[in-house]
């Protein structure tokens, strides 16, 4: 059986309306893409509201279009500037004549973390662990039938601002469309592009965009910490068009985007057309390199602080992952960050065919995530609890 499914993503300098269809064939397959610049947003706050609902609509007309099909209802992502992570360790008793582990008792246990956090501010989109443990076992995500008397578990919970998702209710309630649940972009990016693996000794995904940056931690299945820093790619240009005093889209097009941090063998030099009675000029390396490094290395030193304030314990078998249009596009990026932030930054795996760029990955992880929940709660509704992390992501999305 094939299901459509249409998401809505919304990144510092575009929003990204996806048709996907998933069935038994294809997990998923992205049919209809629409990808609309706008303002964006600073500070959870939307930089040129006016424009929103026309920008919207523009990017759901043209995945519709794309996809041959007509989007009644959408999921939508709400970015990390509009969203807080809570973090919590909760405890349950197990108990009769041979006491294991049960699915009632993990729901119990998140019940208890919940309880623990107290009234939230905002709705809740995600619910994940980070790990389970009875009495003093190893660290697992699949506890259900482990014998021992007591289940102790680390959860993370992600709020969504209320003022997004009304917001937000009423904007698509204007277009004709109905928002049909609300997702965290930053845990489905987190969850695609941070391998299980490297997840389980706690890993790190830097998202540099066009406005902030993202810092993601995850431990298990549970983003742990995140963190929004306001300097992103549109800095390293707007530092380009001051300092060379040249148009800020040149700066973006015929300098920044052609920057190549690691040195090459030969003297690179960055070409600006003539427009209008300003001739055309030419810039070397050095006379562009400062503008550039000057940014990323403020940049680097905003992550290191984060990550350091943060209370999540990095070790040697923690890996940073890099993605996002903003530095991991440019030759050298990641390993330029890499010798700033003194450990290693890698490139994040491919996960798709199609839309395989670090552009896309926000909107990518995020219809992971949706087509992640659906099937976690088709798996849940048939008898079957599989994989508790995966099951229990399924069971707060707004």
């Not at 049919?31 to 947003?41: K, P, S």
């Not at 259900?144 to 289940?151: A, M």
């Not at 994040?348 to 760029?357: E, G, H, L, N």
Request: some cysteine; charged content about 20%; overall charge negative.
């Amino acid at each position: 059986m094939k299901t459509t499914v249409a998401s809505l993503d919304f990144g510092t300098s575009k929003i990204v309306a996806l048709v996907a269809e998933n069935s038994t064939a294809t997990r998923c397959d992205v049919v209809g893409a629409g990808i609309v610049a706008y303002d964006g947003y600073m500070d959870a706050s939307w930089n040129n509201p006016n424009e929103l609902d026309n920008r919207i609509r523009e990017a759901i007309a043209q995945a519709e279009k794309q996809s041959h099909h007509h989007i009644r209802e959408v999921n939508v992502g709400v970015p990390g500037a509009f969203t807080k992570v809570y973090v919590t360790e909760a405890r349950v008793s197990l108990s009769g004549p041979d006491p294991r582990v049960t699915a009632e008792d993990v729901r119990a246990i998140f019940a208890a973390a919940e309880e623990n956090l107290g009234v939230l501010p905002g709705t809740l989109i995600h619910s994940s662990p980070a790990w389970f443990r009875v009495d003093d076992g190893k660290k697992t995500l699949e506890p259900v039938g482990i014998k021992g008397r007591e289940l102790t578990a680390m959860i993370s919970f992600v709020v969504a601002h209320a003022e997004f998702v009304d917001d937000l209710n009423v904007r698509l309630s204007r277009i004709g469309i109905t928002p049909k649940k609300y997702f965290s972009t930053p845990a489905g990016e987190a969850l695609l592009y941070l391998p299980e693996e490297d997840r389980d000794h706690t890993a790190v995904l830097i998202d540099v965009g066009y406005m902030n940056t993202e810092i993601m931690a995850m431990e298990g299945d549970a983003l742990i910490f995140h963190r929004c820093i306001g300097i992103g790619g549109g800095d390293i240009t707007a530092s380009l068009a001051r300092g060379l005093d040249i148009p800020f889209m040149a700066a973006e097009s015929r300098v920044k985007q052609q920057f190549v941090y690691s040195m090459s063998a030969t003297p690179e030099t960055y070409e600006v057309a003539a427009q209008g009675d300003v001739p055309a000029r030419t810039f070397t390396r050095e006379e562009v390199s400062p503008h550039i490094t000057a940014v990323v290395d403020e940049l680097a030193a905003e992550i290191r602080k984060a990550l350091e304030d943060s209370g999540v314990k990095l070790g040697n078998w923690s890996n940073v992952y890099l993605t996002g249009g903003g530095l991991a596009l440019n030759r050298g990026g990641k390993d330029y960050l890499s010798s700033k932030l003194g450990r290693p930054v890698r490139e994040i795996p491919k996960r798709s065919v199609k839309m395989s760029t670090p552009l896309f990955s926000s909107s990518m992880g995020l219809m992971n995530l949706i087509i992640d929940t659906m099937e976690q709660q088709q798996t849940a509704s048939g008898g079957f609890i599989g994989k508790i992390g995966g099951f229990f992501r399924s069971l707060v999305c707004g």
